[in-house]
């Protein structure tokens, strides 16, 4: 003891800390600590978004998905239908003739993350979306590459269903039904975008722009083949580029916008396998990301998915994957409290992807 008698000596301490066992090893792995570090820095640059949004008196939109109750532009049938988030339309407002837009996304959710009442289980869930979509990757760049021309077209086969707004407000699921949709290939600016083929008619998509304008180039909001090809396939590169060409939807979440965005590049097209690689482990590092165990898609397939909350516009995104060969299968989008647009768990949106395939016509079937 020392001189005073209340403490151990020096000496004293140094002898007890000898006969103490060792310390536990507490170094992370180099590749986890990496991983973990993107995410983290992804989080910062969200959180920072969000915290300019706080600043300036935003909050929850109490109103959710439903707060508009028809897109800007769109003709026809469509127009009592919940909007598309803002990230597939260019900012000249993007202006379709027929009764639905040509994206095939939307997400959603067959029920909830695994554990995702208490805080481990969401970690857990993020953790679990983070291997799945990995592997997802590691299957997507090992596929075929299917070199597209040009003047050829991406044909999609589909079902699918968007929510009908009310009068009041309020949105019921709409009925599943098939679609075909051919897509230009071409790199534009093109005014006409592709063709649809959906409730017995066929009907051009088209851009309606100002006098002279020379059409809708290739991009994100029409992503061809060879503009797809262009995009980093460096995943934290790739999520970089992403956040700065998604466009923000106001009382909705940039990760948000920017999950859909992938979904969406996702969905309607034809990439080379490295970039859709790219872009699953892109996803992997968005905050947020949620795996759910069995998942069922639009057509009634069962299989795994990944999901995405936004917790600002109550709407949950899902992409659902076949569990044998992690092939995409489709995406469902649904509210995940009561709003003023509809009861909690109520479908906005639904697609089921049927076929994928080229052709060099339109009306062309494979």
């Known amino acids: 003891m020392n001189a005073s008698g209340s403490e151990p000596g020096r000496d004293e301490l140094a002898r007890l800390a000898r006969l103490l066992p060792p310390p536990a090893e507490r170094d992370v792995p180099s590749g986890p600590y990496l991983h973990h570090k993107d995410r983290l820095m992804t989080l910062i640059d969200i959180d920072d978004d969000t ?148 409730e017995g008619e066929y009907v051009p998509l088209r851009e309606l722009l100002p006098p002279g304008s020379p059409g809708v180039p290739a991009g994100a909001y029409r992503p061809t083949y060879r503009w797809l090809s262009s995009l980093p396939t460096e995943p934290g590169a790739l999520l970089r580029e992403l956040y700065r060409i998604t466009k923000p939807e106001e009382g909705r979440e940039k990760a948000q916008t920017v999950f859909e965005q992938i979904g969406e590049l996702l969905d309607d097209t034809v990439m080379p396998p490295r970039n859709a690689a790219a872009l699953y482990k892109a996803a992997a590092r968005i905050p947020g990301v949620t795996k759910i165990e069995d998942a069922v898609d639009p057509a009634g397939r069962h299989g795994v998915a990944v999901s995405r909350t936004d917790k600002r516009a109550l709407v949950a995104t899902e992409w659902v994957f076949d569990r044998d060969s992690l092939a995409y299968l489709g995406e469902r989008s649904y509210l995940t409290e009561d709003t003023r647009a509809g009861e909690k768990g109520t479908v906005m949106e639904e697609t089921a992807v049927l076929r994928r395939a080229l052709v060099d016509e339109y009306r062309q079937r494979p």
């Open 51 to 198: 915290a300019r949004s706080r600043s300036r008196g935003e909050g929850r939109v109490p109103t959710g998905a439903g707060a508009r109750t028809s897109a800007p532009g769109l003709l026809g049938r469509v127009r009592g239908r919940l909007p598309r988030p803002a990230l597939w339309m260019p900012a000249t407002a993007l202006a379709l003739a027929g009764a639905v837009v040509f994206g095939l996304a939307g997400g959603g959710s067959s029920g909830g993350g695994a554990d995702s009442g208490t805080e481990a289980g969401r970690q857990g869930g993020a953790d679990n979306a983070v291997v799945l979509l990995d592997q997802i990757a590691a299957v997507a760049a090992k596929s075929p590459a299917t070199p597209v021309r040009d003047d050829q077209l991406v044909y999609v086969k589909s079902l699918t269903a968007g929510a009908e707004g009310g009068p009041d407000g309020v949105f019921t699921p709409g009925k599943l039904h098939p679609r075909e949709v051919w897509m230009s290939q071409r790199p534009g600016p093109v005014k006409r975008l592709g063709v649809i083929y959906e």
